[in-house]
DNA sequence: TACTGGTATGAATCGGATA
DNA sequence: GTATCCGATTCATACCAGT
């Protein structure tokens, strides 16, 4: 297996994508809820917005936590043409998202093509709310490019429950590699998965270790530091079991 | 604790409700999905729809399924509006839908007035898809009239998973009772909680057995009547549980 | 290894003070 | 009134250390 990265703005990478070179689209936007008013959700910074006070961790900030909501969905939907461009027939594409831009993410899901067929939860662990119901779920959006493939044998889950990674995060929104794993199965042997908004490469660690090729695009250099230690880890872990019998 | 059951169109029937009477509305309006076109989401009865083919049970078929989204959405609003209305200050509002419709959901509970404050997954069992995820999620999104009430020593969970009732079930899209009760507990003790589309009853059930007054609206005289039996039974019940120490 | 008890923390939320 | 900042809050759960 082989992953490619690149440091840069997600839209200006995809556009460069030949079309059908890509089998799956897997990603996590920064989406822009969190704050009361709009500009408490505009101005703060994702650290600002979502890490709790007091907080001992130390993880870095992420960029592209400023746009209002009109802004992102056009955004969005302008990132997902493209992905359904440069996508092959019968490709899947999902969208994370948390409960508040779940209505917006699959409307952007389907104004760029993709046929919507369906929304997954996933917990993660969670605050209570005082009074009313705790917000324990995020959404995951996703959709085909045309259909489905019925003659693949696949059974996927339809829920996750899962919580983040504690020890060894190195991002605020780190995904657990167990659910990551699940998802890039939807991605054909063999296939590219691409991830416009890589952060610290979970979904292409996912990928690489479910024998699929990875394609990720990152805007930070400080995470795209950090997935090319994390992906360039796996290959040499891989190549080390495959040199070495014992387990 | 007491009921009272309306045959009649939902949105009449709220009209009539005085200001501020209502503590919280948690309902399960028949919504339009299923069916990939709009004639197909239009012309198939709920029965047709929701009922695998070649069931043997005979559960009654239920109307209001053939609206298209656009008209879904104004009648849902205008319905939700109404409910607004009839609310006190920091009542809260549930309404159950599919995946398809959720977003319409939450557009209609913002237009209505009611301020957004989640959606909750809660998973009943379902078949699994060829091919990629299966849907095994519905959701209830859930609104404020104002703010919630922060005094109260109240914490509930952010998601459900039970499956839908097998044994008994007199209504195609019939809801455990065990969910039903977590959900009613919203509403402060002894007040009222509204369903408008009351169907088999458990809303109200679950309402009575939590201590909360029911106010129900049903238009077909068939599930009227099963409601009814129901809630009496309910009453009866309780009756006897006072009246007996045992259990 | 399996259990147990202590501790830290979360893609938050809320009220209130300040500018 | 709006924008911004600050700090208190809440408990299920993962993690850790110790038996």
Redesign the interface.
């Known amino acids: 297996m082989s992953y490619t990265l690149h440091r840069g703005d997600a839209l200006t990478v995809l556009k460069t994508l030949p079309d059908e070179s890509i089998d799956a689209v897997i990603t996590d936007p920064p989406y822009n809820s969190g704050g009361r008013t709009s500009s408490e959700r505009t101005s703060r910074s994702a650290r600002a917005k979502y890490v709790t006070a007091g907080s001992a961790h130390d993880l870095a900030d992420f960029p592209g936590e400023n746009r209002d909501q009109r802004s992102y969905r056009s955004w969005l939907t302008e990132l997902l043409t493209e992905s359904y461009r440069a996508a092959v027939n019968h490709a899947?594409c999902m969208v994370f998202s948390d409960?508040r831009q779940?209505?917006t993410t699959?409307?952007a899901l389907q104004m760029a093509g993709w046929t919507w067929?369906?929304?997954?939860?996933w917990?993660p662990a969670?605050r209570?709310?005082?009074?009313?119901?705790?917000?324990?779920?995020e959404?995951i959006a996703?959709g085909?490019k045309g259909s489905?493939?019925?003659?693949?044998?696949?059974?996927?889950?339809?829920?996750f429950i899962a919580s983040q990674p504690r020890k060894d995060r190195v991002h605020i929104t780190q995904k657990p590699i167990e659910v990551m794993r699940q998802l890039v199965r939807?991605c054909p042997d063999g296939g590219t998965v691409l991830d416009p908004f890589t952060g610290s490469g979970s979904t292409g660690v996912a990928a690489v270790r479910e024998g699929r090729h990875f394609l990720g695009v990152e805007l930070s250099a400080h995470y795209v530091g950090i997935a090319e230690r994390r992906l360039r880890g796996e290959l040499t872990q891989d190549d080390f079991t495959l040199a070495g019998p014992e387990k």
Do not use: C, E, M
């Open positions: 899947v409960w779940a209505p699959s409307d067929s369906g929304t997954i939860p917990k969670s209570p709310r005082k009074g009313g119901f705790k917000q324990s779920a959404f996703w085909v489905l493939d019925n003659s693949r044998k696949l059974y996927l889950p339809g829920h939807i």
